[in-house]
T-cell receptor, first 115, second 114 residues
Framework: GAVVSQHPSRVICKSGTSVKIECRSL??????MFWYRQFPKQSLMLMAT?????????EQGVEKDKFLINHASLTLSTLTVTSAHPEDSSFYIC???????????FGSGTRLTVV | AQSVTQPDIHITVSEGASLELRCNYS??????LFWYVQSPGQGLQLLLK??????LVQGIKGFEAEFKRSQSSFNLRKPSVHWSDAAEYFC????????????FGTGTSLTVIP
């Protein structure tokens, strides 16, 4: 079946630094990928829609200058958390649709801890 | 406005007992409905989905769900719960299966006791 690979699974960084998270579709092409954020004990909130070859679309309240999204190819989208703060610590998950009859395929998530 | 409600934040069941997780939605169009499961520290796995046709859908791991349009519900059921079913369960609704209008409920945490 369709697989979305997300890397790294866990990352710890210092305040003020930047962290890049990668999301890859392994066996299908994805012109669109989605980035979600999940706080502890809460649901997933869509942050942005990543579009191959064009600018990402951000949800209301999400700082586009802080969460940089690049969709470099049909199989890779990256989310860069810039100038990270402890309040950015969260679980970030990407998803894509394989183009068939199933729902979205999700990556395994990235646990970001900013210290 | 579109929304998904999972009334039960946490449910505890005994192993071997039956399970029903509730999901109600509010959506302006014909919805696409999904149930996902998330194990601790993991991503989401699709359990089942409903797009059209038979309102009782079968999924993986012995789960099923029934779409009831009159009640705007899509409850998840399993006749006999296993200890490995302990996880977080999310109901989701979308306008289609490819668009970005995809909304998650707040999740139901399932604990299974021996």
């Amino acid at each position: 079946g369709a697989v979305v690979s997300q890397h790294p699974s866990r990352v710890i960084c210092k305040s003020g630094t930047s962290v890049k998270i990668e999301c890859r579709s392994l066996d299908f092409q994805a012109t669109t990928m989605f980035w979600y954020r999940q706080f502890p004990k809460q649901s997933l909130m869509l942050m942005a829609t990543s579009n191959e070859g064009s600018k990402a679309t951000y949800e209301q309240g999400v700082e586009k200058d802080k969460f940089l999204i690049n969709h470099a190819s049909l199989t890779l989208s990256t989310l860069t958390v810039t100038s990270a703060h402890p309040e950015d610590s969260s679980f970030y998950i990407c998803s894509a649709h394989p183009g068939q009859g199933d729902g979205y395929t999700f990556g395994s998530g990235t646990r970001l801890t900013v210290v | 406005a579109q929304s998904v409600t999972q009334p039960d934040i946490h449910i505890t069941v005994s192993e071997g007992a039956s399970l029903e997780l509730r999901c109600n939605y509010s959506y302006g169009a014909t919805p696409y409905l999904f149930w996902y499961v998330q194990s601790p520290g993991q991503g989401l796995q699709l359990l089942l989905k409903y797009f059209s046709g038979d309102t009782l859908v079968q999924g993986i791991k012995g789960f099923e769900a029934e779409f009831k349009r009159s009640q705007s519900s899509f409850n998840l059921r399993k006749p006999s719960v296993h200890w490995s079913d302990a996880a977080e369960y999310f109901c989701a609704v979308g306008r289609s299966n490819t668009g970005n209008q995809f909304y998650f409920g707040t999740g139901t945490s399932l604990t299974v006791i021996p």
